[in-house]
T-cell receptor, first 119, second 116 residues
Framework: AQSVTQLDSQVPVFEEAPVELRCNYS??????LFWYVQYPNQGLQLLLK??????LVKGINGFEAEFNKSQTSFHLRKPSVHISDTAEYFC?????????????????FGQGTILTVHP | GAVVSQHPSRVICKSGTSVKIECRSL??????MFWYRQFPKKSLMLMATSNEGSKATYEQGVEKDKFLINHASLTLSTLTVTSAHPEDSSFYIC????????????FGPGTRLTVL
């Protein structure tokens, strides 16, 4: 089974400051990694994903994440946040197709991190 | 981009009635769709996996007779909450799995169900 731990439930920052949202995962097989953002009363929007290749992944809205296999981490970063980045962020993993079996495609989510950007 | 819609976005119903929620993939075909439930200030809980043309696979603890799922076509899955009770009030979100490119799930905007 897989598990995802988001180490911070809430992260307050000031506008234009850098931010890092931490995510660690546990899995006995290879996984895909995702970050999603959820604005109030809305569904989830994909920010970025790591499938293979370069460990530094760039996503939308200026976010990027780095896959660290040895530390089983996939932290999300942005060098300068805006008020509009205020939202809840979810880290998630899914099994790769060859390892999927009956769990193919299922996402396991972390608990979420609420990012609040203050003026 | 891949777009998934849900209808209705918000529904209020009386206890004992049934409510149907639709999930559509608008610009791609989805052989697999997922249904999630999200409690206030909580993460998403996977309820079931819906595969086109076959029975849904429910997660442990989810009542399949209460949450009926039908995946009639490659672009439509429906969730029917039968005999709804106040404890069924929640935010229900669907997602559609887009094959290829990492099999990314694209999420609908969610449906807020309130049972009085």
């Amino acid at each position: 089974a897989q598990s995802v731990t988001q180490l911070d439930s809430q992260v307050p920052v000031f506008e234009e400051a850098p931010v890092e949202l931490r995510c660690n995962y546990s899995s006995s097989v290879s996984v895909y990694l995702f970050w999603y953002v959820q604005y109030p009363n809305q569904g989830l929007q994909l920010l970025l994903k790591y499938l293979s290749g370069s460990t530094l992944v760039k996503g939308i809205n200026g976010f990027e994440a780095e896959f660290n296999k040895s530390q089983t981490s996939f932290h999300l970063r942005k060098p300068s946040v805006h008020i509009s980045d205020t939202a809840e962020y979810f880290c998630a993993v899914s099994l790769r197709p060859y390892a999927g079996g009956t769990s193919y495609g299922k996402l396991t989510f972390g608990q979420g991190t609420i990012l609040t950007v203050h003026p | 981009g891949a777009v998934v819609s849900q209808h209705p976005s918000r529904v209020i119903c009386k206890s004992g009635t049934s409510v149907k929620i639709e999930c559509r993939s608008l610009d791609f075909q989805a052989t697999t769709m997922f249904w999630y439930r999200q409690f206030p200030k909580k993460s998403l809980m996977l309820m079931a996996t819906s595969n086109e043309g076959s029975k849904a696979t429910y997660e442990q603890g989810v009542e399949k007779d209460k949450f009926l799922i039908n995946h009639a076509s490659l672009t439509l899955s429906t969730l029917t909450v039968t005999s709804a009770h106040p404890e069924d009030s929640s935010f229900y979100i669907c997602s559609a799995l887009r094959a290829g490119a990492g099999d990314t799930q694209y999420f609908g905007p969610g449906t807020r169900l309130t049972v009085l």
